[in-house]
């Protein structure tokens, strides 16, 4: 018997948020290594404001994922 045809969408569905979410993840941690690369050339006072936000973002970002994966 086939399944029926919304199962298979909201399967579709829920596969492609947490590809999304997952894709997301790694661009919160591209964001880190950028702010590393900037610091490293620019010498500003606020340099450790930005890198607690970037980290604060990252974390976030695999928190949310993970919630996704528990809760999808």
Request: hydrophobic share 65%; no cysteine.
């Given at each position: 018997?086939?399944?029926?045809?919304?199962?298979?969408?909201?399967?579709?569905?829920?596969?492609?948020?947490?590809?999304?979410?997952?894709?997301y993840s790694l661009f919160a941690?591209?964001?880190?290594?950028?702010?590393?690369?900037?610091?490293?050339?620019?010498?500003?006072?606020?340099?450790?404001?930005?890198?607690?936000?970037?980290i604060l973002h990252f974390a976030a970002a695999v928190g949310?994922?993970?919630?996704?994966?528990?809760?999808?």
């Amino acid at each position: 018997m086939t399944p029926p045809i919304m199962t298979i969408a909201l399967t579709i569905i829920k596969v492609l948020t947490l590809v999304g979410l997952g894709l997301y993840s790694l661009f919160a941690g591209i964001m880190i290594r950028q702010e590393q690369l900037m610091a490293a050339v620019l010498e500003e006072g606020f340099e450790p404001i930005l890198r607690i936000l970037t980290i604060l973002h990252f974390a976030a970002a695999v928190g949310l994922f993970i919630l996704a994966v528990i809760i999808l």
